[in-house]
């Protein structure tokens, strides 16, 4: 009993600057677990932040004066949860002309092919992924699309980053081994089980051509609950992780962001305007 108390108060002293209701309204927003909170790495990214990247950060933030009001008008308009602001931030720190090694372009970040999908005109005269107005419509249109393909938030950011297919792919990895354990023993005989890691391993290898198993699977498995940590678990000896550490590293660079633009305190050591 007094181990179970002293391992509770440390850690109410150790992740007290994280837990605050704001910070709670942010993951149930993006339809995270409220345990989430207590997810050691994404301490160490809010304390990276706030703590060593303070400055560097507010010099973003302002910036971005110009086109923060675009982009938080335009986000409270179409009705998304308002920390999504965050994933302009992470993709191009505001950045109208940021350009990726992979082709990706502008304050979003847009691949060519995505873009024009979302109604964005590319040429040799306009790439409308540079305008902060359109590129913001195309983006909250991705990102409802992405949601009403996975029925979550966070699921919906991870998915922007890495691709619909890499995120399925982890959903339904994470399931088959939660089923996996649930089974203990007997997983390793089991018929099923052998049938959908065949499934994950012919998609693994072939790509596009395997998709549709591997989607029918997902839906299949979709009574099975999982939560964000159970996605970011890191497996040891494997070298396919559930997702790439770009998007687990992602999805928390969104949240520690999303902190920062609810704390007052954080927010202070700028111009006013963002606190308005």
Known sequence: MKKFLFIFIFNIFLFADILNQNNLNVLRALDINEDFLY????????????????????????????????????????????????VAMAESYFTLNAKSHKKATGLWQFMPSTAKKFGLKIDEYVD????PIEST????????????????????????????????EAVVRAKVDKLCNSLGKECKKNKKIKEYRKIIRDYQREGRKKFLPLYK??????????DL???????????RQYLPKETRDYILKVLALSFL?????FLKYSNSYILN
Do not use: T
Request: aromatic share 18%; no cysteine; charged share 35%.
């Open 39 to 86: 997810y050691k790495p994404l301490k160490e990214k809010y304390d990276e932040y706030y703590y060593r990247k303070k400055r560097y950060f507010i010099n973003i933030l302002e910036n971005g004066y110009d086109i923060l009001p675009i982009i938080r008008k335009s986000i409270l308009k179409s009705n998304i949860p308002s920390p999504l602001i965050s």
């Open 128 to 131: 409308e992924r540079r305008d």
């Open 137 to 168: 419509k195309a983006a909250i249109e991705y990102l409802k699309y992405l949601h009403k393909f996975f029925g979550k938030w966070y699921l919906a950011v991870m998915a922007y980053n890495a691709g619909e297919a890499r995120v399925v």
């Open 217 to 226: 699977l997902y839906k299949k498995l979709d009574y099975i609950q999982i």
């Open 229 to 239: 940590e159970d996605l970011l678990r890191f497996q040891k000896g494997l070298k």
């Open 261 to 265: 633009f609810s704390n007052d305190e």
